[in-house]
């Protein structure tokens, strides 16, 4: 076993145990259960996870499962929020029938997704930003969503230093760049459900649906296309261009 090997299963261990004491935290303060509203939801981020893109330049891939994820943060308990992002990683991650299972990839993702389910519970229900006299919805959403980025790209970016021998700030920018527009549109699609969910109450989430097939749809083509312009050689990218 060398040496990258082995640090990247002992970061793997210590985002196991991060996410559990951050889930059993938050957990602590978990309120009134809402059953039939997290099924509605925990279906939509199953859906949703299995719509994945591959983010070019990165071993790895996306899916547009966030706002359903944002919604069990600020509408749900702390218990149903990280269950919903917990298992909607598992049907993420979940190998199609001719590839090989890899269980410690799966324990790490799910950790992760965990980890910064948590991170975002607590954000959102923190007494300190609640009671601040310039807090407000779209303020607090925010932090909540900019707690649940830091706690999906850091990992991610770490994991990446660790298997792969690269610059971690290197790999954290690249993750930034083809997600971060993905976060901003997520917070606003959560922020128009909350509002409107008071009246419709779940319903109003399977709306977004096909929005979200949208966007996938959009991110799979524009991503193909960058991955393309990545794997073609300099010379053939210039005579394409007419250079």
């Known amino acids: 076993m060398n040496r990258n090997t082995r640090l990247t299963q002992t970061f793997i261990g210590v985002m196991v145990l991060a996410a559990t004491a951050s889930s059993v935290y938050a957990g602590l303060g978990s309120h009134t259960l809402h059953s039939f509203y997290a099924l509605a939801v925990l279906a939509l981020a199953a859906a949703t996870s299995r719509m994945k893109v591959k983010l070019p330049g990165i071993e790895g891939n996306m899916s547009v499962n966030l706002p359903f ?23 993420q991650c979940w190998p199609q029938p001719e590839k090989k299972f890899r269980p410690e990839q799966m324990l790490f993702n799910v950790s992760m997704m965990t980890f910064a389910a948590s991170m975002a519970n607590l954000i959102w229900n923190a007494n300190w930003l609640g009671k601040a006299s310039w807090s407000s919805l779209p303020l607090t959403l925010s932090a909540a969503t900019a707690a649940f980025f830091l706690g ?11 298997s792969q021998n690269t610059s971690m700030r290197r790999a ?27 009246r419709f109450g779940w319903q109003a989430a399977v709306v977004v649906f096909p929005v979200m097939y949208g966007i996938h749809h959009s991110y799979r083509l524009y991503f193909g296309r960058v991955s393309e312009a990545l794997s073609t050689p300099p010379l053939a990218r210039a005579a394409s261009a007419g250079v």
């Open 172 to 198: 954290w920018m690249s993750i930034v760049q083809l997600s971060f527009p993905y976060y901003v549109v997520s917070a606003g699609v959560t922020s128009m459900l909350t509002l409107v969910g008071h």
């Open 69 to 91: 994820l944002l919604m069990a943060v600020i509408n749900l308990s702390a218990v149903e929020a990280i269950l919903i992002a917990g298992l909607s990683t598992v049907v």
């Open 152 to 162: 999906q790209t850091v990992p991610v970016a770490a994991i990446i230093k660790l």
